[in-house]
């Protein structure tokens, strides 16, 4: 949302986000069939990296623009 915000989201973050969906929609098809908690731990843990990913940039674009 600060990114969309801001205008300062490049296609690299739109891009996270949409890995980030992909993810989450894996994570819950696994827990609502086979509820496999490995494999959903790891599609859980890809989501998050995109979000940290996208948050890493996003406090990147602040420091670099001397807001800080």
Do not use: K, P
Request: aromatic letters at 16%.
């Amino acid at each position: 949302l600060y990114l969309f915000v801001t205008a300062t989201a490049e296609s690299v973050d739109v891009f996270a986000a949409w890995l980030f969906l992909l993810f989450r929609i894996i994570h819950s098809a696994i827990h609502c069939t086979v509820n496999i908690v490995m494999a959903r731990f790891l599609a859980y843990c890809a989501a998050a990296l995109a979000l940290w990913f996208m948050l890493g940039r996003a406090i990147w674009g602040v420091v670099q623009t001397g807001l800080v």
